[in-house]
């Protein structure tokens, strides 16, 4: 499922300086203090409790665990969520 | 913004029962539904949708096994629905609307900025003048016209610039800081002589057009020629042989003296304010007074009234006053000047009168004046010689031209 990169798309995303949300589509990952969490490049809601939401993203899933989570909006591939967030993990 | 956008179009409060909840929420997304404030209580899901986005959720609830309930309806489109028998509510609603359209055709605010010398109000009441005042139609305003009609009315406002804002009628000027004012030329043309105006010795005269009738030291009485516009041409034999007449024109300056005499009482009186106040208020409408004022108490007694007009913009003033009226109540006490005090007095009376003398240019050169008291009042008396420039223009008196004789013609 997870489609490495070519060496080549590598090479020319690093010579040219291409972020890597634009040439390999990283999640960004953006918080604002605990209360506030915004999730680019992601592809789709795998869990949502209220103390705990998994999104999957293109290279590994994105664990936010808090409390009172709750999702202010989402779109196809940006979200952000309120609460009090205690933790944020990478799964693979 | 958005939130505004979603109670304009209506938006829907939604209660989730589903097995897969995650899967229903990926399809919104795929499907670009817009969803907002989801959340997730006990174990449903409720979150806000759009109306449009509602009806398509049909098919994703077939698919994910999924029941909606609806929790709350919001927005305009709902709001209108609901109060659709209130008609005065939405007759308000409209008139609002039109009385604020109509009133946005009026100017309802004047302002002026940039002038120091010409006040506002004097510019306003210009304006009230040419008909143009708070309440008039946006539309009959011509801003360059009025623009050059200010520039003609005050010559000392070198540009204007007239603009409508709004309801304001903006007015920025620019004034002439320049206060070099030319000269008038003093063309008077006219044939005068130079008479004096009072009595003294001379002191100093200079001549600039004319034939000075009197020197330096010697005395002038009020009336005398200082100066002759009558200019004598002489033929060699030192016959006049024509008259030429120019207007006088020379600075005279004379020793002159004033006589100074000033009395006053020893005893004077003078307003003790007690201390004791009353205070009322009063209103006016156009000439309509209305006060809550008793006739005072107070024996004697001074009112100072303090007025305030209101006013709905910087400049529109309402005929409505209101204020209040307070009475200070005083009585007379009689006093006594002492000998320094009445001094002090008489030499600032003295001081006042030199000052006066001096604004008009005269230079006091011999101050001669006594104070004297006596048992019942105070007295400033003496003279003060000074010196004074003099001299008024009065016509000429035109004489007859000389008779030429004719020269004897020789025969040959």
Redesign the interface.
Known sequence: MKEKPSKITHNIANSLQIPRDLAYKDAIITMIGSAELYIENYK???????RWIIVQTKTNKVKVEGKH????????DEMKIKGKIAHVFYET | MGQWIYYCKGYLHIRLISNM??RF??LC??H?I????????DNY?EMNITVSGFYQLKPLCRKTCTRIQIQGKYGLPFFFYKNKKRTAFFVGIVLCIAVLYGMSLFIWNIHVDGNLSNSTQSIVTYLEEIDIHHGIRKSTIDCSELAVSIRKEFPDIIWVSVKIQGTRLILHVQENTDTYKEEEAVNDETPSDLVADKEGVIVSMITRQGVPQKNQGEECKKGDILVLGRLDITDDNGEAVRYQYVSADADVYIRTSYQYYHEFPLTYEKREYTGKKKSSVFFQIMDYYLSAKRKSSFKNYHSVSAANRVKLTENFYLPITYGTLTDYEYHMETYVYSNNEAVAKAEERLDQFISRLQEKEVTINENNVEIEINNTSCIAKGTLIVIEKIGKTVPVTNLEQPKIPEPESTEE
């Open positions: 789709c809601i795998l869990e949502y409790e209220e989570l709750q999702i202010e909006y989402y779109t196809n | 909840p995650e929420l990926n997304a795929n670009q817009p969803i907002w404030n989801l959340k997730h209580i899901y």
